[in-house]
């Protein structure tokens, strides 16, 4: 997964052509930790489709934000650089993310 | 040749993992499964201070970090995978997950509890949102905004005064007139000049589009209805919500024995009403639910465990 921060966000999001996957995460969020392993594992079986990219959100608070994200763990697709569908929190598993990713590659 | 467990572990939160070092530790074949992070709830929570021998820097994901090495210490084996369905009553018992299918010779569960929701218009939709029941995942993005935490029990306050690290002001909404909170804790808060109360108040309504903009609190006492929007210049506000826990017990109803609430009835052993099957930490009906009760009934589970294997499965 590329690690994206605030100054790169733009260029590799929203002006990104095609699917983005955005997994945020913040250093003092364990559920996020535990998570990403499964969506490493997600990327390794549809990297070729989507790009998967990570946010750290201690250091881009304002801009999770402003992508109307305030609760973590949450990942979202984007679709030429729109969000088009996002799960959080206890709905944030391996299954669900899985599923989300194919209901639109 | 398969591989059968002689413990397997449903749980990795402290009763699990207390369960896993002793089980493991007594050389029985051990193995434990947790659907999420290891440590369950209390990874979640920045400061745990009434667990004996932990005072300083004693942060729930530190304590659990060292209860993960200790059991792995000792040879348990923690996987990923979250158990979907249970089929406990042959001799070798099958626990079907989303990854594997696993056996063992005895079972301990341990599942612990979830967050009790609020259940009002607009909760599910601001998940996330600004709406959270985990302080030390969102606490950031609440830097120098306002945040509410609804609830009056030890976590409610306890995250509250934590909260205060972050938000620029913390209002504790609890619907009777005085907190539930052990003394300790309530003295804290009441000393932090960053934190309001709101008595005898329910949420009746979470509102915004994309994030929490408003709430509608109704005052429990003159059933008044006061509605709260955000800041202008934030545009949002946090609704941190610690209104009680319940178990993760729903894939052994009709199983395993409950009370109402969904809590496994045990005796003092953990043994459930079936043979070779125990049940530990805050799924069990008790009275106290902490770390230091969830780490006993671990032990206490996988040493009866020990026992039930010695009396059925060793000629
Ligand atoms: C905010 C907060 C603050 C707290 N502060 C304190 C404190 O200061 N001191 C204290 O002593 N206690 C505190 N507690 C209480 C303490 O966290 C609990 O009593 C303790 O974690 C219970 O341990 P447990 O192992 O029984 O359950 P849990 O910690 O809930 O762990 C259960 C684990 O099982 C997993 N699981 C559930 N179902 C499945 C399944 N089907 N398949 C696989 N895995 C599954 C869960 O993901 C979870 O990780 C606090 C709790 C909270 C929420």
């Given at each position: 997964m590329i690690a994206v921060d605030k100054e790169t966000f733009e260029a590799e999001v929203l002006n990104a052509d095609g699917y983005v996957l955005v997994d945020f995460w913040s250093d003092g969020c364990e559920p996020c930790k535990a998570l990403m392993p499964d969506v490493e594992e997600l990327e390794k079986q549809f990297g070729n489709q989507i790009k998967f990219v990570k946010l750290n959100t201690t250091q881009a608070r304002r801009l999770a934000i402003k992508e109307k994200v305030l609760g973590l763990p949450t990942i979202s697709i984007y679709k030429d650089g729109n969000k088009i569908d996002e799960v959080t929190k206890e709905e944030a598993t391996r299954d669900n993310i899985e599923a989300m990713i194919k209901k639109h590659v | 040749m398969e591989n059968i467990y002689d413990v397997v572990i449903i749980g990795a939160g402290p009763a699990g993992l207390s369960a896993g070092l002793y089980s493991a530790r007594g050389k029985m074949s051990t193995l434990i499964l947790e659907k999420s992070k290891t440590g369950g709830q209390i990874a979640t929570t920045e400061e745990v201070a009434n667990y004996p021998g932990s005072i300083e820097h004693a942060s729930g994901p530190s304590l659990v970090a060292r209860m993960v090495d200790q059991c792995k210490e000792f040879g348990a084996t923690i996987e990923k995978d979250t158990i979907k369905e249970v089929k406990l009553d042959e001799k070798i018992k099958v626990l079907v997950g989303e990854k594997n299918t696993y056996k063992a010779r005895s079972v301990i569960v341990a599942p612990g509890a979830s967050p009790r929701l609020l259940d009002v218009p607009g909760e599910k939709e601001m998940t996330g949102k600004g709406v959270s029941y985990c302080a030390t995942c969102d606490a950031d993005f609440f830097t120098d905004f306002e945040v509410f935490v609804i609830g009056g029990g030890d976590s409610a306050v306890e995250e509250a005064i934590f909260l205060t690290r972050f938000a620029r002001k913390v209002t504790i909404v609890h619907r009777r007139d005085e907190l539930k909170?052990?003394?300790?804790?309530?003295?804290?808060?009441?000393?932090?000049?960053?934190?309001?109360?709101?008595?005898?108040?329910?949420?009746?309504?979470?509102?915004?589009e994309g994030l929490v903009e408003g709430v509608v609190f109704k005052n429990l006492q003159t059933g008044e209805t006061q509605e709260y929007m955000a800041n202008e210049e934030d545009g949002t506000f946090g609704i941190f919500v610690f209104v009680g826990y319940i178990p993760q017990t729903q894939i052994f109803k009709g199983i395993l024995d409950m009370d109402e609430a969904g809590y496994f009835i045990t005796d003092d052993n953990m043994k459930t009403n079936i043979p070779g099957v125990?049940?530990?930490?805050?799924?069990?009906?008790?009275?106290?639910?902490?770390?230091?009760t969830a780490v006993s009934d671990g032990a206490i589970a996988s040493v009866q465990a020990e026992k039930y294997i010695e009396n059925n499965f060793h000629e």
């Open positions: - | 909170a052990a003394k300790s804790i309530q003295e804290k808060a009441f000393k932090n000049s960053k934190i309001d109360f709101m008595w005898n108040t329910t949420i009746q309504e979470i509102k915004g125990f049940a530990a930490g805050d799924c069990r009906v008790k009275s106290l639910r902490q770390v230091v």
